[in-house]
């Protein structure tokens, strides 16, 4: 049974992770859940709690699956916006300065009035985006790619000689603020050319958007026109060993999310397009885990990611987050049921907690839980953060659990003689 | 709820912590107490053990302060004199070389008798401090201060050109040894300079204390004469950030402790003088519960240390121990009746175990537990050593203490996206 045999599916509920609630009588969503199959992963494995980064670090999506993935984000993350740019299928080359991007609504004094443009559907972004790639630069031998991702979200890439990162972000992060001017965070020439650039940009796309018969069509319909890209994040792809390279294992990851599908093609996972996985709440759970247990076929490791939990959490909805964890709960059910668990290990943690009531990442502890062969299982019943906590696996970092799930496939290498 | 309506105030029990004591019946100190706040604290938070520094690493109080303040005290602790002296109100520069001092009972022969000279009172080491600042140096362009602390304690600080730290204690820190010569610990001229320049202020030192009326009268009462300056540490203050420019929080110290004063001093902390407060078990627990409330109605953070139960450990005082950890419980008690707890997070531990047995600073965890608001509570129902290793927070470092209740906070920020 050692050796190639063995896989293991590692399942992130993005945000599940929560403190107590007091609409739910001071347990938390996940303790507040009904979740037999989350509770079946406890009691066959062995739990934990899991500080992402750091104890009281909030931690992002993408420093959390580079960590999850094993690398150190206090080393190796450069941005948000190259993995988000990578993600969305965009070719980011080493040189490239990539920003995460919002499709946002301003007034006429570019003050911010939905940094979400009410969510603009993905149909009408990228009607926008398309018009938006055709805006000429002074410069011609600067070269940008513009592309949406899901919803409001987008990715800007920006390709030439002698740009920098060290440039500030446009997005004030905070509605009825105006939107910021981009300026170099150093005195080099490279960092204040690439603010220039960005300056115009942002102007130059501005003046598409608010003309645009997707806006005008949207203020008709009294919603808000994505009339303005806020960026943020200015960064470059990481450079790092891939899985295959460090475990030589192959890989592969099923996540709709561009920020996630980044930091996975980044690690050197083959991206499983899933059709219905759409990273929002109403993505299809089981197609997702269909994918994963015909992955789980080929790669030694799969990552499921699932964001829809970190969405409700950020919109304080109780309710959805709930009924999105018994969504995640039947997922796993139907993979319990079909996976092969003698020679499979399933894994099942969340990247951060988002609090329902902050509406934010924040940085308590998350479960984990780890069932599969001749894992050491413990007394945990119950998939929740405080039932974990009582785990055998007690309380590790976020790079400790790749390690793990690659002690247990046989995979890592001894130290030492 | 949210934002800058939360505080912190962190309570913590020098030395509180201790191993199971033969004559408890193999209870601890905290085990044997009756400690309902204590308790309830526990009872209604999440607790934890904590390695303040590393596993089995005694630290001191200087820098298990550093620890739990979130510093790394093994990148940023350079000295405990320089703290001790910042702390009693010396204001030591970056470059000043300061000493941590006791007031001590040598023969003639120079052998200590008392490394603390009868527990000496502040008003008499006041007056015998006064006497020694009017030595002169035979090298006029070195000044040095002296002041006394509390009781035997005392600080010293060399100011001038070309000193350095790496010179040798004079306190041989064992009854019965004679005070060693300060000796250079390095070859530069720095070091050679600042070993002779000390050696001529604790001969100058002794000579004055030889004679002095106050040590006259003490021999006359039998008491042992404050007759020598021990001097050890040497060090300078460490270049850290405040916790203002690291959390963007207003912070304030409630110690009588010159060394822990000092430590929040460095840290940017506020430090509140509190009548009757003097550091030893006569202390006032109550004035120091009234002020940490005032306190946190402006601050948010704010520590409260009690030095006592440390010293009745390095006694080897049993009952004193326990009588003193509940003190320590009816104060709390009293902060715990008075805070508003939907607001406020109370945190309670100890810097580090003093085992009444050995009388010394030992590397065990100790125990930790954390109530307030939306903490992610655990079943633990008692404080003390064991109870809270069953504890949600499970086993955690100095360190992470500060980022959690930061977190809780809402002051820590996203890393990441």
Sequence with gaps: MRGSKLKAILVIGDGMADRPVKELKWKTPLEAAHKPSLNQ??????????????????????????????YDPLKVYSGRGALEAVGSGIDVLLGDIAFRCNFATVNKDFVVLDRRAGRIANEE???????????????????????????????????????????????????????LEIKPLD?????????????????????????????????????????MILCRGAGTVPNIKTLSEIYGIKTACIAAASLIRGVCKVAGMKLINVRGATGTPQ??????????????????????????????????????????????????????????LDSTYLAVTADHTTSLLTGKHEGDSVPIAVTGPYVRSDDVKEFDERSCAKGGLNRIRGIDLMPILMNLLGKTRKFGA
């Design 41 to 70: 992963i406890a009691k066959t494995g062995i739990c934990g709690i899991m500080d992402i980064i750091a104890p009281g670090a909030p931690p992002g999506s993408d420093t959390a699956t580079l960590a999850l993935l094993g």
């Design 125 to 179: 972004a990228a009607k926008l985006a398309k018009s938006l790639q055709k805006v000429k630069l002074e410069k011609p031998f600067v070269k940008f790619l513009f592309k949406n991702t899901i919803q409001h979200r987008a990715a800007l890439v920006i390709r030439g000689p002698k740009l920098s990162t060290a440039v500030s972000d446009s997005d004030p992060e905070k509605v009825g603020e105006k939107v």
């Design 187 to 227: 005195n080099s020439p490279e960092a204040k050319f690439t603010a220039k650039i960005l300056n115009e940009l942002v102007r130059k796309f501005h003046d598409v958007l608010k003309e645009h018969s997707v806006n005008k069509a949207r203020v008709k319909k009294g919603l808000p026109p994505a009339n």
């Design 283 to 340: 993505t299809d759970f089981m197609a997702k885990a269909k994918a994963a247990i015909q992955a789980a076929k080929t790669y030694d490791f799969t990552l499921l990611h699932v964001k829809a939990p970190d969405v409700a959490s950020h919109d304080g909805n109780i309710e959805q987050k709930i009924e999105l964890i018994e969504k995640i709960d039947s997922m796993l059910g139907y993979m319990l049921n079909n996976l092969d």
